[in-house]
Structure formats: C-alpha cells, structure tokens
Nanobody
Framework: VQLQASGGGLVQAGGSLRLSCAASGSTFGIWARNWYRRAPGSQRELVASIVANGYTNYADSVKGRFTISRDIAKNTVNLQMNSLRPEDTAVYYC??????????WGQGTQVTVSS
C-alpha cells in the first residue's frame, strides 16, 4: 500500500486548507483511514479518523473545524480544515490501518498557520 498526501501549505489564521491522501496498491481489509499530525517539540497526535462503516472521530482540538471524508471509488481521504489556528501548525500524516493492525503511512505534508 502506498499513500500520497497533498494539499499542505501556508495560510493565515482563520483560513482553510484541504488535505488529500490517495491510496494505491492492495487496499483491502481497511479498518480505518486517519490523519495524524506532529508539531515541533510535540508527540504525534491523532487528528481525525474515518472507519470502515463511515463513523468519524476527531480530536477535541479540531472538532467543529475539521472534517474528514472519503471517496471510496478513488481510494482517497480528505481533511477539510477550516478556521485554522497557529496551533494547528504541524506536519500532517495520513495513515491507513488494515484489519489486524497493519499501518501504512504517507510522507507527511507541512501545514503552517501564521498569526
């Protein structure tokens, strides 16, 4: 499985960005598609998840501002980020977790929010 993330960049506080993660390869038995982030000096944080049945979950810090969605036909997961804050600045990683707990990771995309 290969994951290709895109859509990061520099935005002012209050702005929006949309991240995408395209999966290719043997993408069977997917349990969840996730977005994580790691800010400088911080641990990796789970930002948003969408599981096989479509249920979504968000970190408290992004609830009401971020929306995770998927296009099953295109094997793509998106993260729409609105009302961005400087504290959202981080490298964002997409993740695919297969049944059995096997994880695949994208290369990371930088999101920088200026105040």
């Amino acid at each position: 499985v290969q994951l290709q993330a895109s859509g990061g960049g520099l935005v002012q506080a209050g702005g929006s960005l949309r991240l995408s993660c395209a999966a290719s390869g043997s993408t069977f038995g997917i349990w969840a598609r996730n977005w994580y982030r790691r800010a400088p000096g911080s641990q990796r944080e789970l930002v948003a998840s969408i599981v096989a049945n479509g249920y979504t979950n968000y970190a408290d810090s992004v609830k009401g501002r971020f929306t995770i969605s998927r296009d099953i036909a295109k094997n793509t997961v998106n993260l729409q980020m609105n009302s961005l804050r400087p504290e959202d600045t981080a490298v964002y990683y997409c993740n695919l977790r297969q049944n059995g707990g096997i994880d695949y990771w994208g290369q990371g995309t930088q999101v920088t929010v200026s105040s």
